[in-house]
């Protein structure tokens, strides 16, 4: 309890805050912990290899940057293209790497970089390449001329043309429940199968919008695409049906891919990553069609992907960022080439679970125990005080100036402070004199508060009746300042919007409440 004298700081009033129920998935999704690299030009493609380690690879302008699975860092950077580059992707084993071009030819690399195959055929650039799912000697493109191609890598020969599409294909995918069927978008607003032994489209889907990304979920019966700010879920198997529509994003949605949650004491479970140039990534469970997971990053993003393994999740933005996320917890075996080092255990880890920390000659851990540790039993703790800020109003407020803390609150221009300190001085009857001494830029501060916060319902009633009062007291020096008499009629328009909402709202309560009676009975 307080004794004789002592000052007790002032508290914001509190208010009920929502509060956001965690779940287990949930809380896998933000267990990713995200760095960014930047290569100043946009990253429009990202593709895991499907091998462990699970290497990826980058595209950006006329470059391909491939990284390691593990530990993040590059490996190589391809720069055999005159001209943008395209859609870089790995062959299933890992083994090869194709991409294609402005110039409208597709090459194939190994992942040093060396070139070693280039497939001639299309007359506009090549905007998408794969491979497919288990076939190492063939590769599907589509350009902006319309066309898809089947490839026979080893011979450099084209094996199928198959045509259908009205603009520029931007997208496919390979099934995964038969090697011949395939889906390609295109910014005709259509996403069209094919089943590469024919060479007509075997199904044909209307996105509406034109289509920037496609991807076939796992099981292979449905399709997700996506196309203006709209993901789309279609059952494939039953004959192209639309199964649901999913508008989350505010702006175009430029890629999509497929992740696994994993999350303890429950199945491994498939989840749909969408990105946007809104900003924003979505993770989307297409079984209960309910977004699980959302995260906001400072730019828009055009890429995405993620490991098979759920250890890492990457996306492209516009401005050449591209945001590592590497799962927290998440296993890393050190390397076994290489000079030895100490390693020493992590907190709360130890030697029998394989988790240990290299630690560097010139850490300080590498001499003594590091901070991390935990003490032993006996050891003495000895915690440094936290040191209390107060703030600049309640030091005024101590030393009784009154009119100096009403201003220093009103500085803040946040009415989380300003009114408990305007409470604070109507309980010591000092708020009168208080705007009695204002000059006439502090009662242009003031007024300029009123102007911004009167009208909201969390502190209408108070500064309602205090803007009243400030008119009466200081109504003289108000009408000789332009500037004040601007902020009153500011103000006084801002109070009659208000009353026309509350107006219109009471019409709306008198037409819906005889409705709610009536469906009552």
Not at 12 to 35: N, Q, V
Not at 348 to 358: C, D, H, L, R, S
Request: proline share 6%; with cysteine.
């Amino acid at each position: 309890m307080d004794g004789p004298g002592t000052f007790v700081p002032i508290s914001a009033r509190l208010h009920p805050k929502k509060t956001l129920k965690s779940s287990p998935e949930s809380k896998f999704w933000s267990s990713f912990k995200t760095t960014f690299l930047t290569y100043n030009l946009p990253i429009t493609s990202i593709n895991f290899c499907p091998e462990p380690p699970h290497d990826f690879v980058v595209t950006s302008s006329a470059t391909l940057f491939t990284f390691d699975g593990i530990t993040f860092t590059p490996k190589s950077t391809i720069r055999k293209f005159s001209d943008v580059a395209y859609s870089g992707t790995f062959r299933p084993d890992g083994k090869l790497l194709a991409a294609g071009g402005e110039s409208g030819n597709v090459q194939i690399f190994n992942p040093k970089g060396d070139p070693l195959r280039r497939l001639v055929g299309h007359v506009h650039p090549v905007h998408y390449v794969s491979y497919p799912h288990n076939d190492k000697l063939h590769i599907l493109s589509g350009g902006d001329d319309g066309l898809v191609k089947w490839w026979d890598v080893a011979s450099e020969t084209e094996i199928t043309t198959l045509s259908g599409h009205r603009d520029y294909i931007r997208c496919g995918s390979p099934s995964p429940a038969s090697e011949h069927l395939w889906a390609t978008g295109s910014y005709d607003d259509m996403v069209r199968l094919w089943d590469l032994r024919n060479t007509s489209p075997v199904m044909e889907l209307g996105h509406g919008k034109p289509v920037e990304a496609a991807v076939f979920l796992p099981s292979g019966g449905f399709l997700a695409t996506a196309g203006g700010n709209v993901v789309k879920i279609w059952d494939v198997i039953g004959g192209g049906k639309l199964v649901h529509t999913m508008e989350s994003h505010n702006k175009t949605v430029t890629s999509l891919c497929v992740g696994k949650a994993l999350v303890p004491g429950e199945s491994e479970q498939s989840r749909l990553l969408s990105v946007s140039i809104d900003g924003y990534l979505k993770v989307f469970d297409y079984m209960s069609f309910k977004v699980v997971h959302t995260a906001k990053f400072p730019a828009s993003l055009l890429s995405v992907g993620m490991s098979p393994s759920s250890s890492c999740r990457v996306a492209g933005s516009s401005n050449g960022r591209f945001f590592i996320g590497k799962r927290k917890g998440h296993k890393v075996e050190p390397k076994k080439d290489g000079p030895d080092e100490l390693m020493l255990p992590i907190e709360g880890v130890g030697e029998e679970n394989g988790k240990w920390a290299p630690t560097k000659p010139w850490h300080r851990g590498y001499f003594q125990r590091g901070q991390t540790e935990k003490h032993s039993e006996g050891d003495l703790v000895v915690n440094q005080p936290k040191r209390v800020r107060v703030p600049q109003h309640d030091k005024l407020l101590r030393k009784f100036h009154h009119k100096e803390a009403f201003v220093s609150a009103l500085n803040s221009n946040n009415p989380e402070v300003v009114v408990p300190v305007m409470e604070e001085l109507v309980a010591r009857k000092a708020m009168v004199r208080s705007v009695m001494n204002l000059d006439l830029e502090e009662l242009e501060l003031l007024m300029k508060f009123l102007d911004k916060y009167v009208t909201l319902p969390r502190y209408a009633g108070l500064l309602m009746r205090f803007a009243e009062r400030v008119l009466q007291l200081r109504g003289e020096d108000i009408e000789g300042s332009e500037e004040l008499t601007y902020h009153v009629l500011r103000l006084k328009g801002m109070v009659s919007e208000e009353i026309q909402i509350q107006r219109s709202l009471l019409e709306i309560q008198g037409i819906i409440s005889p409705i709610l009676r009536m469906a009552g009975r």
